[in-house]
């Protein structure tokens, strides 16, 4: 088994990965895993903007109460504090490395407003910023010497203190076992420190905006390791994503809303055309978006329904087309067929974010020494019981560097890792039964959008959880006896992460945020985060849920 052994290993190749890389990289060796192509998750996809405080008139303060508002009041307001404050630098560093933000009229940026916030706080390059995110960072780590972008490395499980050889702390991290996409093999990466940032787990559902590799691996691989988790039962849907029989997972951006489109009733009937989000929210379509994905929600099943309209047609084609060019471009293709600038677009919630993840300090540090983790693998304290627009990728440069920081400052007391033991492949062949992986992968994406959806009651979770138990047991039973592939190593996470996510929301007896269910409709005076805390099981040697 190959082993690479580097100072640092980051796994994840989007924002919080490169942005802690770059700021690691003048003094450490650093080797970056992308689980596919380095462009191909989560950052290169997003459309609207960041959010930081660069208006005149505009305030931290004010930036802070919208993200409790949207939070639910669960958001730790030390960490919002932290964020929004680091934020007009976090945006200074981007230019400096090349990201054009889109030039204002006598301000140095146009900023646009987005659903949550009180002011027009949001940079971004047309709407595809995180595309010109990716490519700047991506650019200056290509070019930095101490930085090894390693491409195709499916993660499997961390490194600690029980794989060493002799033995070890049980506490600490020392890099990870991963399987080399193009060679099938396993190799070892190894370093003082390791950094999580691997992005959510969206695609445990049928229907999601993010990129197939979504998986929860670093969410999954972490509570493995011993490492609690927090706030998983809040999963973010974006309300508007392309409806199309055949192109799937295309987001339209919150900033289309920002700017006016309206939210309408399809069709020709007594309701066709009209526009309904003042009748669930003053804020009407820049609400936050769990108000408004629930609304769609409602209006879908309430009319039976396949999609809903947002429709920016008033306003004028020339302010359309120079706001909104990737998305009039892509849906004005043939496959398509949509002129923005006349028609409506169909739109159905789609599965969008994790807002929970792996507790961490506001140095990005998890419960393992020498494992941080940043991004949307986390739960930091900053989204609360829902993320406010264009604080995902804020929260990911923020925390990257911050995680970057702790490990600079504190290199003399992280300790060496030791002789690690390899991979074992001696008990386990090739598998002849792939489609095993392929159904169950199926089945569990269609049991949570059924069951852990938008609107949640006890007897759909309970379900689920069910299901989820004895797809575990299976998934372990078949990971035990045949040699890993990169599908079968994201359904395993996605089996650990979809239990996670079912256990906490059965834990939540309110309904507060991203988290709606028939059964507890109101929300409780105190807000309370759900921690699951991992314990051994004796007799299983499997993790056992603890929740605090």
């Keep these: 088994m190959a082993d690479h052994a580097y100072d640092v290993i980051v796994i994840g190749s989007g924002a919080a990965g490169l942005s802690a890389a770059l700021e690691l990289a003048p003094h450490l060796r650093v080797a970056v895993l992308a ?63 090349g990201v054009p933000f889109n030039p204002g009229e006598s301000e140095r940026w146009h900023l646009t407003r987005e659903g949550g916030h009180s002011h027009r706080r949001i940079v971004h390059v047309d709407d595809a910023t995180g595309w010109a995110v990716q490519q700047a ?71 999601s905006t993010n990129p197939k590799g979504s998986t929860g691996d670093g969410i999954a691989m972490a509570w493995r390791a011993g490492c609690r988790v927090s706030n998983m039962e809040f999963n973010q849907f974006h309300p508007t994503c392309l409806h199309h029989h055949d192109v799937k997972s ?38 936050p978006r769990d108000v408004v994905a629930r609304a769609i929600d409602h209006e879908l099943k309430r009319l039976g329904l396949d999609c809903v309209h947002l429709d920016i047609s008033h306003r004028d084609p020339e302010f359309i087309l120079s706001h909104f060019p990737t998305i009039a471009a892509r849906l004005a293709e043939p496959d398509i067929g949509i002129d923005i600038t006349r028609d409506p677009i169909p739109v159905v919630p789609a599965a969008h974010y994790t807002c929970g993840g792996v507790v961490i300090d506001l140095d990005g540090r998890t419960d393992l020494r020498g494992l941080y983790a940043a991004g949307e693998v986390t739960q930091s304290g900053l989204h609360g019981a829902n993320r406010m627009a264009s604080n995902s990728l804020l929260e990911c440069l923020v925390f990257g560097l911050a995680a970057a920081k702790h490990i600079n400052a504190n290199w003399a007391d992280l300790p060496p890792p030791p002789p690690i033991r390899p991979w074992d492949e001696s008990r386990v062949t090739d598998s002849d039964e792939e489609v095993v992986v ?25 379900r689920a959880l069910h299901r989820v138990d004895l797809l575990r047991r299976e998934t372990e039973e078949y990971y035990g006896n045949f040699r890993v592939t990169p599908d079968l190593v994201e359904l395993r996470n996605l089996v650990e992460v979809s239990g996670l996510i079912v256990r906490s929301a059965l834990a939540r007896k309110e309904s507060r945020g991203l988290h709606f269910t028939l059964d507890y409709p109101d929300m409780l005076p105190e807000a309370v985060d759900t921690i699951l805390t991992p314990q051994a099981d004796p007799q299983s040697g499997r993790n056992a849920f603890i929740s605090a």
């Design 250 to 287: 295309f987001l339209i951006t919150e900033a289309m809303r920002g700017e006016g489109a309206h939210l309408k009733i399809p069709g020709g009937g007594p309701d066709g055309g009209r526009r309904f989000m003042p009748d669930f929210d003053p804020r009407a379509e820049l609400a």
């Design 137 to 207: 960072l991506e650019k200056a780590a290509a070019a930095h010497p101490n930085i090894t972008l390693v491409p195709d490395m499916v993660a499997i499980d961390l490194a600690t203190g029980r794989h060493a050889e002799k033995g070890g702390r049980e506490n600490c991290a020392w890099g990870v076992y991963a399987v080399d996409r193009l060679s099938g093999r396993v190799e070892l990466f190894t370093g003082r420190a390791t950094i999580l940032a691997t992005g959510g787990a969206s695609r445990a559902w049928v229907y």
């Design 35 to 97: 689980k596919g192509g380095v462009s191909e998750g989560s950052t290169a996809r997003a459309q609207g903007g960041i959010a930081a405080v660069l208006e005149p008139g505009d305030t931290f303060e004010s930036h802070i109460e919208d993200t409790m508002v949207a939070g639910a009041g669960l958001n730790d307001r030390r960490t919002v504090e932290f964020v929004v404050e680091n934020a007009p630098a976090a945006i200074e560093r981007l230019a400096e490395l």
């Design 438 to 462: 392929h159904h169950n992968w199926r089945e569990i994406r269609r049991f949570m959008w059924d069951y852990v959806g938008i609107v949640r009651t006890t007897k759909r979770l309970e």
